[in-house]
Nanobody, 122 residues
Framework: QVHLAESGGGLVQAGGSLRLSCVGSEYLFENLYYMGWFRQAPGKEREFVAAINWSGINTRYADAVKGRFTISRDNAKKSVYLQMNSLKFEDTAVYYC??????????????WGQGTQVTVSS
């Protein structure tokens, strides 16, 4: 059974930093899945944040987080990370780790974690 488990969320002041981690099933990393992060703020639809290919060479970011967030992965540890710097109030959301086997820009992602809450105080 495939699973994804996020951690690292919390409360931080605006301008601060957080690092989210996601540990996934070995299946996802053995099969070179693309990994990504999405987020959902209260009353809003879930939106794309960042994605990375199996090697870590190719990455993609939403315009709202470019230059502030960095996605990375460690295949040996079956993990993907999201380093979030210069956090803004509008970054407040539940952050989800996700995986898909098709493309870095896929519209549909196959597997999802339960999410971790990030709250940025202004």
């Amino acid at each position: 059974q495939v699973h994804l488990a996020e951690s690292g969320g919390g409360l931080v002041q605006a301008g601060g930093s957080l690092r989210l981690s996601c540990v996934g099933s070995e299946y996802l990393f053995e099969n070179l899945y693309y990994m990504g992060w999405f987020r959902q703020a209260p009353g809003k639809e879930r939106e794309f944040v960042a994605a990375i290919n199996w090697s870590g060479i190719n990455t993609r970011y939403a315009d709202a987080v470019k230059g502030r967030f960095t996605i990375s992965r460690d295949n040996a540890k079956k993990s993907v990370y999201l380093q979030m710097n210069s956090l803004k109030f509008e970054d407040t959301a539940v952050y989800y780790c996700t995986a898909n086997s098709h493309a870095i820009g896929a519209k549909e992602w196959n597997y999802w974690g339960q999410g971790t809450q990030v709250t940025v105080s202004s």
